[in-house]
Structures are given as structure tokens and as C-alpha cells.
Nanobody
Framework: QVQLVESGGGLVQAGDSLRLSCAAS????????MGWFRQAPGKEREFVAA????????YYADSVKGRFTISRDNAKNTVYLQMNKLKPEDTAVYYC?????????????????WGQGTQVTVSS
């Protein structure tokens, strides 16, 4: 069982940066692929980024590639999402998710554990 708690969201202006954190409980965090997803009002939850258990492999949605960076610190049971050059279309509730696997996954349906989400609002 893994419990996830996101933090770091807020209201920023276009072009600003934010860093989201996701703290995980459980001794097996290092065996989990971690992902970030987001959901805007009236839209489906969409993939943002994922990172392998070791942190060596990452994958990004085209919409955030070059602006967002996912990372993890297994010693702290924490995964991060550094978001730079934010745009109004990045406004959404951001969720972190976990799956015990060595495979990098990006489908919302494949993740087993979810946090409650943190709101990110980018004004123009």
C-alpha cells in the first residue's frame, strides 16, 4: 500500500515556475514507477510525465516537453515536478500516481495509487 500527498500548487502568472512535490509512504517506494497527471475542468485526466523506479528514465507529454522536469529522491520517498515557463493552459489539478513496476507507464488506467491532487492556476 502506498499513500501519496501532493504539495506545491498555487496561483502564478504566465512564464513563472512552480515545483510540485509528492511525498509517498511505504517502504517500497523505490520499486514504483511514478507519474504526474493533470485534470482541467471539464476535461479528462491526462498524462504529464513519468519516471522509472531508478530515476534514470523519464517520459513527457509533448505539451510539457522542454518546460517540465520530473525527478525523484528515493531516500526521501518523494517525486518532484519542476514546471517552468507556465502557460494558462497548464491550469489544472495535478495528481501524482504510483505503480509497482519496472516498466515506464503513462496510461491513467495503469496506475494503482493516487494522491488527492494540488491545484495549479496560471493567469495570463
Amino acid at each position: 500500500q502506498v499513500q501519496l500527498v501532493e504539495s506545491g500548487g498555487g496561483l502564478v502568472q504566465a512564464g513563472d515556475s512552480l515545483r510540485l512535490s509528492c511525498a509517498a509512504s511505504g517502504r517500497t517506494f523505490s520499486r514504483h514507477t511514478m507519474g504526474w497527471f493533470r485534470q482541467a475542468p471539464g476535461k479528462e485526466r491526462e498524462f504529464v510525465a513519468a519516471i522509472s523506479w531508478s530515476g534514470e528514465i523519464t517520459y513527457y507529454a509533448d505539451s510539457v516537453k522542454g518546460r517540465f522536469t520530473i525527478s525523484r529522491d528515493n531516500a526521501k520517498n518523494t517525486v518532484y515536478l519542476q514546471m517552468n515557463k507556465l502557460k494558462p493552459e497548464d491550469t489544472a489539478v495535478y495528481y501524482c500516481a504510483a505503480k509497482e513496476t519496472i516498466v515506464l507507464v503513462r496510461s491513467v488506467h495503469e496506475y494503482d495509487y493516487w494522491g488527492q491532487g494540488t491545484q495549479v492556476t496560471v493567469s495570463s
